[in-house]
């Protein structure tokens, strides 16, 4: 027996005794169930309804602003049979998937120049899961560390306060006073720093704070930051 486009089906059974029968349902040679149908009450026509555990899972992913995040790439992982699904963006900020098994499953949300993020989840009997996720951004610092002569200051430490940023290594200033440094954003606002060098007279340091933008961006501090 086959469903039509809209999932019904008829068939005439004759029935030779009074009892239950067996229906295995399948779909795609990857869904099945099976179900139990009873012909002991005599001839007459029976409604059933079938329900195969084609499961969803969709996911809503933003930015630290609570923006919608588009172009991003969201798999869903069973976690016994390893097999993975691609979900695909049906509209800003909303991925969703094709029918997937019953299982457990890990899904991980990645965009370049985000920080990746994974969600666990499990589905079974044909359901719908629906997950939010917040993917947090990275900006690039630069800056030129010059002295009193304007003239580069290297191997200076340029530390930052870690309220609202995270940084994973340190940051010094180059042969000719040039810096680069790649912050992840934690929190929307203001973030504090500080240019540490020591030399023959001393240490001096010089203190800054950073406007942080909301999505990923090359912020350059001013000379006034800097010197």
């Not at 172009?71 to 691609?86: D, L, M, R, S, Y």
């Not at 457990?104 to 079974?124: L, M, P």
């Not at 606002?189 to 500080?194: A, F, L, M, Q, Y």
């Amino acid at each position: 027996l086959l469903t039509d486009d809209a999932g019904n089906f008829q068939a005439v059974f004759l029935v030779t005794a009074p009892g239950k029968e067996q229906f295995v349902v399948s779909w795609q040679e990857k869904f099945s169930t099976t179900y139990e149908v009873d012909f002991s009450n005599g001839p007459g026509t029976q409604q059933a309804t079938f329900k195969l555990p084609i499961n969803f899972v969709v996911v809503s992913v933003k930015d630290i602003s609570e923006k919608p995040l588009s172009g991003v790439t969201v798999t869903a992982e069973n976690q016994i049979g390893k097999e993975t699904f691609t979900l695909k963006e049906t509209s800003i900020g909303v991925y969703e998937s094709d029918g997937i098994p019953d299982g457990n499953y890990v899904a991980q949300v990645s965009k370049e120049v985000y920080q990746s993020a994974s969600r666990a989840f499990e589905t079974h009997s044909g359901e719908q899961q629906e997950l939010s996720c917040q993917l947090l951004h990275y900006i690039t610092v630069k800056g030129h560390v010059i002295d009193g002569k304007r003239e580069g200051v290297s191997a200076a430490v340029i530390a930052f306060g870690n309220l609202k940023t995270r940084i994973e290594e340190k940051t010094l200033s180059g042969t000719d006073g040039d810096f680069e440094a790649k912050l992840l954003v934690k929190e929307i606002g203001r973030e504090s720093g500080d240019i540490t060098w020591t030399g023959k007279h001393g240490t001096f340091t010089k203190s800054f704070w950073l406007d942080l933008p909301v999505e990923p961006k090359e912020v350059r501090l001013t000379e006034e930051q800097t010197l």
